[in-house]
T-cell receptor, first 113, second 114 residues
Framework: EPEVTQTPSHQVTQMGQEVILRCVPISNHLYFYWYRQILGQKVEFLVSFYNNEISEKSEIFDDQFSVERPDGSNFTLKIRSTKLEDSAMYFC???????????FGSGTRLTVV | SQQGEEDPQALSIQEGENATMNCSYKTSINNLQWYRQNSGRGLVHLILIRSNEREKHSGRLRVTLDTSKKSSSLLITASRAADTASYFCATVSDGGTSYGKLTFGQGTILTVHP
C-alpha cells in the first residue's frame, strides 16, 4: 500500500537554527497538509497546499514557517529560527480527494534545545 | 470548548469487551473521521462518515453520527490487546474555503488488557 514518507524521523536542533522537514507524498494525491502535535496535546493544523500553492494556513504558521515543493514531488516544511516551543511531532499528510480519509506520514519528532 | 472533543479521555477494558468513545463538535461539518495513533507513531485513518450518513461499519468498528447533537461515537467490538492506542475524531468543516483541513479532538487513550 502506498505510504507517505517523512524524513528525518527525529531531529534535534539548537534554538535559533533552521530546520527542514521532508515529506514524500503519494503520487496521486492532490491535497497536502502539515500538522503538528506537541507532546500530550491535540494534533493541530499548520498549512494546506493545493495546486502548488498554500491554500490555507493557521495562526501557528507564521513568518518563521514556509512550505515548498522544490522538485514538484517532494515536500518540505522549513522553520527558519526554531524556538523551544516548536518541539513537537510534525506530520505530513496527503489526500487524493476531499471526502476521503487522509494518509499520514509517520512523523518527524523535532526537539529544540 | 474546542471542536472535536472526545470522552472519555482514557478508557481501560479487558480483551473481548466493547469500547465506546464519544466525540462532540461545534461547527457544521462535511464529514467526520476517526484516526488511531499508536504511541509516538503516525495517525492511521480508520473510518469516515459523511454528514448525511448516520451509521457506518468497518470490520469491528461502528461509527454513528448525530448532526442534530453534533456528536459521534466509535464502537470497537470484541477488543484485542492490539487495539491499545489513542483514538482521535477529526472533522472537516462544511465550508468552501476550507481545503479539507482536519480539526482534531483531544483523543481517547484506550488500553485493552489481555
Amino acid at each position: 500500500e502506498p505510504e507517505v514518507t517523512q524524513t528525518p524521523s527525529h531531529q534535534v536542533t539548537q534554538m535559533g537554527q533552521e530546520v527542514i522537514l521532508r515529506c514524500v507524498p503519494i503520487s496521486n494525491h492532490l491535497y497536502f497538509y502539515w500538522y503538528r502535535q506537541i507532546l500530550g496535546q491535540k494534533v493541530e493544523f499548520l498549512v494546506s497546499f493545493y495546486n502548488n500553492e498554500i491554500s490555507e494556513k493557521s495562526e501557528i504558521f507564521d513568518d518563521q514557517f514556509s512550505v515548498e515543493r522544490p522538485d514538484g514531488s517532494n515536500f518540505t516544511l522549513k522553520i527558519r529560527s526554531t524556538k523551544l516551543e516548536d518541539s513537537a511531532m510534525y506530520f505530513c499528510a496527503g489526500l487524493e480527494d476531499r471526502g476521503h480519509g487522509y494518509t499520514f506520514g509517520s512523523g518527524t519528532r523535532l526537539t529544540v534545545v | 470548548s474546542q471542536q472535536g472533543e472526545e470522552d472519555p479521555q482514557a478508557l481501560s477494558i479487558q480483551e473481548g469487551e466493547n469500547a465506546t468513545m464519544n466525540c462532540s463538535y461545534k461547527t457544521s461539518i462535511n464529514n467526520l473521521q476517526w484516526y488511531r495513533q499508536n504511541s509516538g507513531r503516525g495517525l492511521v485513518h480508520l473510518i469516515l462518515i459523511r454528514s448525511n450518513e448516520r451509521e457506518k461499519h468497518s470490520g469491528r468498528l461502528r461509527v454513528t453520527l448525530d448532526t442534530s447533537k453534533k456528536s459521534s461515537s466509535l464502537l470497537i467490538t470484541a477488543s484485542r490487546a492490539a487495539d491499545t492506542a489513542s483514538y482521535f475524531c477529526a472533522t472537516v468543516s462544511d465550508g468552501g474555503t476550507s481545503y479539507g483541513k482536519l480539526t482534531f479532538g483531544q483523543g481517547t487513550i484506550l488500553t485493552v488488557h489481555p
